[in-house]
């Protein structure tokens, strides 16, 4: 059983930026592939990112690509998503899932461990 607590979300102006966190417990954080998704009011959960067990494999929603970025701090059991340039279709709430084995991906269904969320506002 993996353990997630995300955290960062908050309120936001358009064009700002946050960083949201999520840290994993157990000793086997390395070896997950770990994603980001997100879920606006009255729509699909949808995917944001992921990122390797290692860290040297990204895959971005085309959405978000080029102003938000994943990264991983192994030794911290911690996963990390900085968001620049927020725009009001970014407003969700913000979860991050672990994929115990195989690589990245964007179906929410290859995840088997998600965390409760976190919401991200962002005001026009």
């Known amino acids: 059983q993996v353990q997630l607590v995300e955290s960062g979300g908050g309120l936001v102006q358009a064009g700002g930026s946050l960083r949201l966190s999520c840290a994993a417990s157990?000793?086997?954080?390395?070896?997950?592939?770990m994603g980001w998704f997100r879920q606006a009011p009255g729509k699909e959960r949808e995917f944001v990112a992921a990122?390797?067990?290692?860290?040297?494999?990204?895959i971005y929603a085309d959405s978000v690509k080029d102003r938000f970025t994943i990264s991983r701090e192994n030794a911290k059991n911690t996963v990390y998503l900085q968001m620049n340039s927020l725009k009001p279709e970014d407003t969700a709430v913000y979860y991050c899932?672990?994929?115990?084995?195989?690589?990245?991906?964007?179906?929410?269904?290859?995840?088997?461990?998600w965390g409760q969320g976190t919401q991200v506002t962002v005001s026009s």
């Open positions: 899932a672990v994929r115990p084995t195989g690589r990245v991906s964007t179906k929410n269904y290859e995840y088997d461990y």
């Open positions: 990122i390797s067990r290692i860290g040297g494999s990204t």
């Open positions: 157990g000793r086997t954080f390395i070896t997950y592939t």
